[in-house]
C-alpha cells in the first residue's frame, strides 16, 4: 500500500521558518514527480510547488516564490519543502502527491497530475 506521510508543521509567528517532509512508503517516488499543495477551509486545493522527476526542475507559485524551497532525496524516498519568511496567508493544511508515472502529461501545476496523496500537515503563521 502505498502512502506518503507528511510531517513538520506547527504554528509559528510571521517572519519564521519551517521545513516540512514528506516520506513515501510501499513504492519509490525516486524518478516520479512530486508536489505539495496547501488547502484552506473554503478554498480550492492550491499550487505550492513541484519538483520533475530527475529533480533538475522545479516549479513553484508565484505567492511563495524567493521564500519556499522544494527538493528531494531520493534516497530516502523523501520529498521536503523549507518556507522561509512565512506570512499568516501562508497558514493552510499542507500535502504532498506523486505522479506515478515520469512524465507530466500536462501541468505540474495541476492536481490531476498527481496519483498519490498525503493526509497534510497543518501550518499556522501567526501575525
Known amino acids: 500500500q502505498v502512502q506518503l506521510l507528511e510531517s513538520g508543521g506547527g504554528l509559528v509567528q510571521a517572519g519564521e521558518s519551517l521545513r516540512l517532509s514528506c516520506v513515501a512508503s510501499?513504492?519509490?517516488?525516486?524518478?516520479?514527480?512530486m508536489a505539495w499543495f496547501r488547502h484552506t477551509p473554503g478554498k480550492a486545493r492550491a499550487f505550492v510547488g513541484a519538483?520533475?522527476?530527475?529533480?533538475?526542475?522545479?516549479f513553484y507559485a508565484d505567492s511563495v516564490k524567493g521564500r519556499f524551497t522544494i527538493s528531494r532525496d531520493s534516497a530516502e524516498n523523501t520529498l521536503y519543502l523549507q518556507m522561509n519568511g512565512l506570512r499568516p496567508e501562508d497558514t493552510a493544511v499542507y500535502s504532498c502527491?506523486?505522479?506515478?508515472?515520469?512524465?507530466?502529461?500536462?501541468?505540474?501545476?495541476?492536481?490531476?497530475?498527481?496519483?498519490?496523496w498525503g493526509q497534510g500537515t497543518q501550518v499556522t503563521v501567526s501575525s
Open positions: 519538483i520533475n522527476w530527475n529533480g533538475e526542475t522545479t
Open positions: 502527491a506523486a505522479r506515478g508515472s515520469r512524465l507530466y502529461a500536462g501541468s505540474a501545476y495541476r492536481p490531476e497530475e498527481y496519483d498519490y
Open positions: 510501499g513504492r519509490t517516488f525516486s524518478k516520479n514527480p
